[in-house]
């Protein structure tokens, strides 16, 4: 049915045999076995993104759209979709580029039909309302909402709208504010937009996993073979040749620290002609963490803690960029003139042939290394697929790299580094120094045999190797007043070099061999975990294991990452991530007077406090061998587990610590903690402690409560139901039964986070200001009628049923797997999936029920907002008029009749159970 790619060849970095076809209607199919068993991964990357936005007022509609297409259709309205791909224990999700849109969705094997059946569904006949559209395009402004906070998108906002006068480059994905406060008056639009590119011959259908070819074809053909084809193109505006160089800056209102970039009018992507691959490596060299530029900028001098190229692939020429965040604003023109030094350098001298093979092994190995299951397989070819619509893209495009010579890179220099072409943003507080305002020139750029220690093997026959060091101590083991330290202990292992090399060495040693040694650190556990391909362990351990055994304790590395620390706390967390900062606080306020009271990060008076003294003996109590659990996961060579004990027997023996006594705070009502910040939207986050960890009887009750109440980043959970998807009031809701840090960045929780004591929680992403005493009362009315009621015989079955096949997918990669099985090790239970699997199968609602109502309260709460008129939230919290909210667009009689239940829902709060603190005082000591 279709054609089947040759022969592998020796060097393809996919190496998979695909079956490629196109059908009648002009739709891409692409199929992939990857021997991986079990799962299957389906991606529909679509050639639309913001580049197509051609006409005035519509940027941001094809990522607007990406959220229309989960709103259903006849045969399958939203809630029903959402039941199959519930049942399917699947993970969906979708993103959308400058370029394209890509709907990825990963499940079991044996619903493959059924998922292509529903996905074909609606992408042939999608149907919504206007009541429908006016509610998820006030999500969308709600996402918006979101990411204001972060001044790093608005620096890439105004960078490019200052960069592109023609091409529609010049508005970022999300579109310009204007556009998007103007989508629900665009209902007669949408529906243009879907019938113009909505089409087969702009889409691919690509299925990787535990797969057969001609099966899943038949299925694709089935399915997908009615949709018609398409007549609508696009002339996309051409940019005129750049006449640079152009000069903006961002004032922002707030404290933060600054950012200055400088980019070029780059190539656009091609696995065919030299430029873009060429520019790509020239960038890395000179300005990835293996520069020479970044020795001296971050590590050495330490004026910025963030040095990065950025080059996107993109269909027409876009923009590279070197970006630089600065700790003083008096040191920006400095860095600002180091990064045209560097690059009038890059025009004079050739990189040494040496280095860029080095730049090519890495680029191979790194790459390689992530393609340990179906999806992250499935994932990167959607990502280059959707230029040509060719499985071969990659493979071309990877034999460009492979012949590029010191010839190409040169020329790339010449060709792009130029004035023309280069574009110089900034970002800081206010005004812009007087030395940042000018364009600059490139010709002129400005002035005893120890005890075998404890393993764990989780062998196969895959060549990606990675071992963890798990030590049972984290930062519940700060000491008081030095909160931070266990954190910065981690990072002088990691990040500081080793007795024999500086990290800048290390950093070019690892270069080519594509590895990595990073850490993690939570309050009971400190995990070292390195990743190698098989062909250079032996180098790899050699470089890395000399971190820990004898790390390097120099003065600058110390300074230098204490200063990150801080910054990562105040700036990262506090100033630019308003979710994170209410979801810390909260385990802060239930865990007060406790060793879990202070974030893993720290607090500015204990990250101030301390020394390289109290690093090394926080090393010596904690860093040892009786703390110590090893994990292996890969084709490791027989003798390395050996090598592992005999290394690691020159840490310190130390004896295991008594585990901190740890008790969260149950509140007496609702209590309530305001944090004013100067931000646009109204973060929420709520919950109590609970006496469940994964030892406890209880645990797979409530787990399947969470899921049924919020699973995290899915679409079926109640309060994502109730709160986004019929009101439109926000991004997402979601419950939780165990700490999961960095949530908006992930859809599954790292592993070897394991604690004693946890919290139950609900998470209400940002809201209006005037939404947010109302969408508390929602969460609350939800979260009782939990409690009171349970949950239903049929959402019972469809919520275990997902839970019983998405833990497989919880696990698919290599260090999930890894990880939970030290977690399991650590919680003294069996192994992950197959305990869950068993505790959900001898569930009943009744059991649910009774759980929820042993553990769950929704009258003793501690919550925490953040939002900028602290008063104002005051006095609506303990209004007794009750809340309201306004739609855009009607809404049928029984929510109107439900809004009126929970408007009038009463909470209890008192005006002493609320405070107000200035998000400066926030984790201050």
């Known amino acids: 049915m279709g054609g089947e790619n040759g022969p592998t060849h020796r060097g393809d970095v996919i190496p998979y045999r695909a079956t490629e076809t196109t059908l009648a209607n002009g739709l891409r199919v692409i199929v992939v076995p990857t021997g991986f068993p079990n799962l299957v991964s389906l991606q529909i990357p679509v050639q639309t993104g913001s580049r197509n936005e051609v006409e005035p007022g519509k940027s941001g509609f094809a990522h607007f759209f990406e959220h229309m297409m989960f709103r259903g259709t006849e045969r399958y309205p939203a809630h029903r979709y959402q039941e199959i791909v519930t049942r399917a224990g699947a993970r969906q999700n979708a993103y959308t580029t400058d370029d394209y849109t890509n709907y990825h969705m990963t499940f079991a094997r044996e619903d493959l039909e059924t998922i292509l059946e529903i996905e074909a569904d609606r992408f042939m006949h999608l149907s919504y309302s206007e009541e429908d559209f006016k509610t998820e395009a006030r999500a969308v402004l709600g996402e918006y909402n979101k990411n204001s906070a972060d001044p790093f998108n608005k620096l ?58 001609d099966e899943v074809l038949r299925m694709v053909e089935r399915h997908w073979g009615r949709w018609e084809r398409g007549t609508h193109t696009v002339d996309i505006p051409a940019e005129p040749v750049p006449a640079g160089p152009v000069v903006a800056h961002v004032p922002w209102s707030s404290e933060t620290l600054p950012w200055v970039t400088v980019g070029f009018h780059g190539p656009a992507f091609s696995e065919t002609e030299k430029d873009f691959a060429a520019l790509d490596v020239l960038f890395d060299l000179h300005f990835g963490e293996t520069s020479d530029l970044y020795r001296r900028l971050v590590e050495q001098e330490q004026k910025a803690d963030h040095l990065f190229p950025y080059m996107p692939p993109t269909a027409d020429p876009g923009l590279p960029t070197v970006m630089a965040r600065v700790k003083d604003i008096a040191d920006a023109a400095y860095i600002r003139d180091a990064i045209l030094e560097t690059i009038a350098e890059a025009r004079r001298h050739p990189v040494p042939a040496a280095r860029l093979e080095e730049a090519k092994s890495h680029n191979r190995y790194a790459f390689a290394r992530t393609l340990d299951n179906s999806e992250s397989i499935a994932a990167a070819l959607a990502s280059f697929v959707r230029f040509q619509r060719s499985y071969q893209t990659l493979n071309t495009l990877y034999r460009v790299y492979d012949s590029l010579t010191v010839d190409d890179l040169a020329a790339a220099a010449l060709r792009y580094f ?44 895959s060549p990606l190797l990675r071992f963890k060091l798990l030590f049972n101590a984290g930062s519940a083991y700060d000491p008081p007043g030095k909160e931070g330290l266990a954190a910065l202990a981690a990072s002088m292992v990691t990040e500081a070099g080793s007795k024999e090399l500086r990290i800048d060495e290390i950093n070019r040693a690892l270069f080519p061999l594509a590895g990595s040694f990073g850490a993690q650190v939570d309050r009971e556990m400190t995990t070292f975990t390195g990743v190698i391909h098989r062909d250079n362990l032996g180098r790899f351990a050699d470089i890395v294991l000399r971190q820990l055994v004898e790390p390097g304790m120099r003065e600058e590395d110390f300074s230098r990452l204490k200063s990150t620390q801080l910054n990562e706390l105040v700036q990262d967390l506090r100033a630019n991530n308003d979710e994170e900062l209410g979801k810390e606080r909260l385990q802060e306020n239930i865990f007060a007077g406790t060793p879990y009271r202070h974030p893993g990060i720290g607090t500015v008076a204990g990250i101030e406090a301390l020394t390289m ?104 959970g109640r309060l994502f139901q109730r709160i986004r998807e019929v009101r439109g009031m926000n991004y997402g809701n979601y419950a939780y039964i165990e700490a999961f840090p960095r949530g908006m960045f992930q859809f599954f929780p790292d592993p070897n986070l394991a604690r004693r004591a946890q919290i139950f929680e609900i998470w209400i992403r940002p809201v209006m200001p005037q939404n947010a005493d109302f969408a508390f009362k929602t969460a609350l009315f939800e979260l009782t009628r939990l409690i009171e009621g349970g949950i239903a015989g049929e959402d019972f079955e469809t919520i275990r049923n997902y839970l019983l096949k998405n833990v497989f997918v919880m696990l698919k990669t290599q260090d999930q797997q890894l990880g939970y099985a030290l977690d399991s090790r650590w919680y003294g ?56 909210i306004a739609y855009d667009a009607a809404r049928p009689q029984e929510v109107l009749d439900e809004d009126r239940l929970i408007g009038a829902l009463r909470t209890g709060i008192t005006p002493g159970a609320i405070r107000i603190t200035p998000v400066e005082e926030v984790f201050a000591k």
């Open 156 to 213: 890439i906002e105004v960078q490019r709208e200052h960069a592109f006068t023609t091409h529609t480059y010049r508005h970022t994905t999300m579109g310009f504010l204007a556009d998007i406060e103007e989508m629900p008056n665009q209902f007669a639009y949408s529906s243009l937009f879907f019938k113009r590119w909505y089409r087969p011959e702009y889409t691919t259908v690509l299925v990787a996993g535990d797969i057969e070819p």
């Open 418 to 461: 130029v004035d023309e072409r280069m574009v110089v943003t900034t970002l800081c507080q206010g005004d812009a120094p007087a030395a940042l305002s000018g364009a600059p020139r490139l010709a002129a750029p400005g002035p005893s045999e120890a005890a075998p220690l404890g393993m764990l093997r989780l062998d196969s026959t």
């Open 613 to 716: 003294a109290s690093v090394r003996d926080f090393m010596a109590a904690h860093f040892t061998r009786a703390n110590l659990t090893i994990g292996l996961a890969g084709d490791f060579p027989g003798e390395f587990a050996g090598r592992l004990q005999e290394e690691l027997a020159a840490l310190p023996a130390g004896s295991a610590p008594r585990p901190p006594e740890v008790k969260g705070r149950q509140p007496s009502g609702i209590e309530v903690e305001i944090i004013e910040k100067d931000t646009r939207a109204t973060a929420i986050s709520f919950g109590h402690p609970i006496a469940v960890t994964r030892s406890h009887p209880d645990f797979a009750a409530l787990w399947l409560a969470r899921a049924w109440l919020g699973e995290h980043r899915a679409s079926h």
């Open 829 to 884: 239970t069996g192994e992950f999936a197959a305990t869950m699997r068993e505790q959900l199968a001898a569930l009943t609602p009744a059991t649910v029920r009774d759980a929820v109502q042993r553990h769950l309260s929704a009258t003793n709460l501690s919550a925490v907002f953040i939002t900028r008129d602290a008063a104002a939230l005051r006095e609506e919290l303990l209004s007794s008029i009750p809340a309201t």
